[in-house]
């Protein structure tokens, strides 16, 4: 199983929005609305940001969003904070009931 | 309040084997899904496997496959990965979550994450 596709780095100021996408195949991604994105900090475990493509936690703030089209998923970061810094990883249930994850994403905040 | 608590990382030699641990609390062990996922030094999350509610289903990912064994203990509250015939590429934070639920649904998600153990594969 092949890892999702996501950019290396994605930056924006403070109060900016920005988006990090996730491209994966028609036997992950592509079939199924389990699509997940997890913030790591440095040292830190993963935390649950989106469930089921745009569901969002209780606890996790509404400037976190995430949709899906096709076989990319996305997730949007509004109003960007300086404690939104952190790996963001996107990730998907596949056709043979496991998960495949992303490579991750750093967001810096300038 | 849901924790679970990994344990049973160290240095190993390849070829060799080890036995995580994963202790759960603050909610209903034996009704909930768990997970093992990895994290080498420096780099991005890899799923490791998956075990279900009452251990009749157990999924792996290919690079482990035939190597690991997932397995639960309802009875201790207590989640297992045992891995056997270790290689280098194995070095990495082991973490155990559990499924995400809410209300009386649970979803396709890793909603509680430890803080992980070092397994750490070198001669």
Request: glycine content about 10%.
């Amino acid at each position: 199983q092949s890892a999702l596709t996501q950019p290396a780095s994605v930056s924006g100021s403070p109060g900016q929005s920005i988006t990090i996408s996730c491209t994966g195949i028609s036997s992950d991604v592509g079939d199924y609305n389990y699509v997940s994105w997890y913030q790591q900090h440095p040292g830190k475990a993963p935390k649950l940001m989106i469930y089921d493509v745009s569901q969002r936690p209780s606890g996790v703030s509404d400037r976190f969003s995430g949709s899906k089209s096709g076989n990319t998923a996305s997730l949007t970061i509004s109003g960007l904070q300086a404690e939104d810094e952190a790996d963001y990883y996107c990730s998907s249930y596949t056709s043979s009931s496991t998960y495949v994850f992303g490579a991750g994403t750093k967001v810096t905040v300038l | 309040e849901v924790q679970v608590v990994e344990s049973g990382g160290g240095l190993v030699q390849p070829g060799g084997s080890l036995r995580l641990s994963c202790a759960a609390s603050g909610f209903s062990f034996s009704t909930h899904a768990m997970y093992w996922v990895r994290q080498a030094p420096g780099k991005g999350l890899e799923y490791v496997s998956t075990i279900s509610s009452n251990g009749g289903r157990k999924y792996y990912a290919n690079s482990v496959k035939g190597r690991f064994t997932i397995s639960r203990d309802n009875s201790k509250n207590t989640l297992y990965l045992q891995m056997d015939s270790l290689r280098a590429e194995d070095m990495a934070v082991y973490y155990c979550a559990r499924v995400y639920c809410s209300y009386l649904n649970c979803y396709e998600t890793l909603g509680y994450w430890g803080q992980g153990t070092l397994v750490t594969v070198s001669s």
